[in-house]
């Protein structure tokens, strides 16, 4: 697992660590997302449907960037505690955003929790063409219960946290 880092703009809260792997598959991607701390303290979307949704970002999410390298364009996936998720497609930075193809997502989400401490795993199939090699960028979205949002990533540009940003993408993935 990789660790995420807190932007810097950020208190620290109930959640202590934020970690992170991903794997490029024959059919897509696999991600695993870990929380560590006080889960009591976070907005945990309720279990639904796995559907597709958009404003995800909006609470507690997980993000994948995945751009292939020397590619202008990028994928961008959201994958909610709830079991819905989001698949964008942009020609270029935050431009000619559009839903994304992808032949099937399956999540799972699970969470534990005891004396005040506590950790969440949730992990993500993609079945989509993806482009390989690839640079890759993992975030998450963290909501507190006090109405506060923490961003976590592998790096972030100067300034406000911005995912989209090519800074965030710190890992190169192959299959």
Same mark, same amino acid.
């Given at each position: ?66 751009? %292939?390298? $020397? +590619?202008?364009?990028? *994928?961008?996936?959201?994958? @909610?505690?709830?079991?819905?998720? &989001?698949?964008? !497609? ?25 004396? %005040?401490? $506590? +950790?969440?795993?949730? *992990?993500?199939?993609?079945? @989509?063409?993806?482009?390989?090699? &690839?640079?890759? !960028? ?38």
């Amino acid at each position: 697992m990789i660790p995420l880092m807190l932007h810097r703009s950020c208190d620290l809260g109930p959640i202590r660590a934020v970690t992170a792997r991903i794997d490029a598959t024959a059919t897509g991607l696999e991600a695993e997302f870990r929380l560590d701390g006080t889960l009591e303290g976070i907005v945990l979307p309720p279990s639904g449907p796995s559907i597709r949704a958009d404003g995800l970002w909006k609470s507690t999410c997980f993000e994948v960037f995945w751009q %292939g390298i $020397g +590619e202008e364009g990028y *994928r961008e996936f959201n994958f @909610a505690p709830s079991g819905k998720w &989001a698949a964008y !497609g942009f020609d270029s930075y935050r431009e000619g955003m559009r839903e994304a193809p992808v032949k099937a997502i399956a999540l799972s989400c699970s969470h534990a929790s005891a004396r %005040g401490s $506590g +950790e969440m795993v949730l *992990r993500a199939n993609v079945a @989509a063409d993806l482009a390989s090699p &690839a640079q890759v !960028g993992l975030s998450a979205v963290i909501e507190h219960r006090g109405g506060g949002l923490q961003y976590w990533a592998l790096a972030f540009a100067p300034g406000q946290p911005d995912f989209h940003s090519e800074a965030c993408r710190q890992l190169i993935v192959e299959r």
